[in-house]
């Protein structure tokens, strides 16, 4: 028998120990959390939707005609109008034939790479994809390759050598750690030279990136003939939950059939998919919300840099300072929280060994005032001897 005490302990030893704050208050910067005040820079809350007055009421009228529970799978009797309405309209957004969904992001992509890859397939990830393609890739039991982060020379000969009769490439669209982009047009290019699927997981996207916040290939021009398989998910910029495939006809309807993670779960309630239906119409016109959300990234990026931290490198929401050691992250991100402000510290194996950072997030509905009271903390809590 394990001994789990035991496992924990060390888990403790080496500060990679992960706990749950309680939450008393709505998604929102000003947030209550384990009984006090405090702003939050943690949220993938990125347009500040999950509180929002229209898709609440849009929630509660569904809940008053559909009931709270779906009640059953979508090939039972858990597949309801509002379901319907929703996948043909996120397939009319992103400019897909259709669309699917699936109740969380992390079922949407181990049910993809289940159903289209087997034994004798391969598929190749990025260094730094999210843990649920490569579970997904995992459970395939196909042959899987991780490349360097965003080298594509290095994919390229890894393609090149291979001779297996059905092969994937998947890649975050934006790196939910890092917030770097992926180089879509060139994975692109490289999988259409190798008869390869690509595969995007635009998670950290949809919403915020490209015209009218179709996500991250729109922001490249990209669309299906580039990436046949688009997978994003609506719990983040659009401010519900659940996830969506967008892909042809036979794909769309092979995941129908053969994703054992759509199969084989409830439905998500009704009243979540009218609810995205209003947070999508909402989207679709929130050029100003992603203009204050680009505001607000130069406006913290630029502090940060006149305070000399070790800030990674991204146009996005997600802004990463990297502390390195794992206790040494904790301690920061504690001391920030006794200060007010909520930041999470994201330590392995989430992240590199020896990249011990705190992921902060921005959204359009931070303030400059809050933005400009968390710098000021960093400058008082926070060394640029901490770097790596």
């Known amino acids: ?121 391969a598929v190749f990830a990025d260094r730094l994809d999210h843990a649920s393609l490569l579970d997904g890739a995992l459970l395939s039991r196909a042959r899987l390759q991780r490349y360097p982060h965003g080298d594509v020379t290095a994919l390229e000969a890894k393609l090149a050598a291979s001779r297996a009769a059905d092969r994937l490439v998947m890649t975050d669209g934006v790196f939910s750690m890092d ?95 009218a609810a995205t239906l209003a947070s999508l119409d909402i989207v679709r016109r929130a050029d100003d919300r992603r203009q204050r959300l680009r505001e607000n990234i130069a406006a913290f990026r630029a502090g940060v840099a006149a305070l000399n931290l070790p800030l990674l490198d991204s146009e996005t929401a997600i802004q990463g300072i990297v502390v390195g050691d794992n206790a040494a992250a904790t301690r920061l991100s504690e001391a920030l929280f006794d200060a007010g402000f909520l930041v999470t510290a994201i330590r392995p194996p989430t992240v590199p060994e020896g990249t011990a950072r705190l992921r902060l997030t921005l959204s359009a509905a931070h303030t400059a005032e809050q933005i400009e009271r968390l710098l000021d903390a960093l400058a008082r809590l926070a060394s640029p001897t901490d770097a790596p």
């Open 1 to 121: 028998m394990k001994n789990l005490a035991q496992r924990l302990d060390e888990r403790r030893r080496q500060s990679l120990y992960r706990f749950r704050r309680i939450a008393d208050s709505p998604q929102q910067p000003l947030m209550r959390i384990d009984g006090r005040e405090v702003i939050g820079f943690c949220s993938n809350d990125y347009l500040g939707l999950a509180n929002h007055p229209d898709i609440i009421a849009a929630f509660k009228r569904a809940a008053d005609a559909f009931g709270v529970g779906s009640g059953a799978a979508h090939l039972i009797n858990g597949h309801s109008r509002y379901h319907h309405q929703l996948e043909e309209a996120l397939a009319e957004f992103v400019g897909y034939p259709r669309a699917l969904l699936f109740s969380t992001g992390y079922m949407a992509n181990v049910g993809i790479v289940q159903a289209l890859l087997e034994p004798g397939d």
């Open 179 to 273: 917030g770097d982009i992926a180089p879509l047009p060139a994975l692109a290019a490289l999988a259409r030279r190798h008869d390869a699927w690509l595969m995007v997981d635009d998670a950290h996207g949809i919403g915020v990136l490209g015209e009218g916040g179709r996500g991250s290939l729109s922001r490249f021009g990209l669309g299906q003939g580039d990436v046949p398989i688009l997978m994003a998910t609506l719990g983040k910029a659009f401010g519900v939950a659940g996830a969506f495939v967008a892909g042809d006809e036979t794909l769309i309807e092979y995941l129908i059939q053969s994703a054992r993670s759509y199969i084989y779960t409830t439905a998500m309630p009704p009243a979540i998919a």
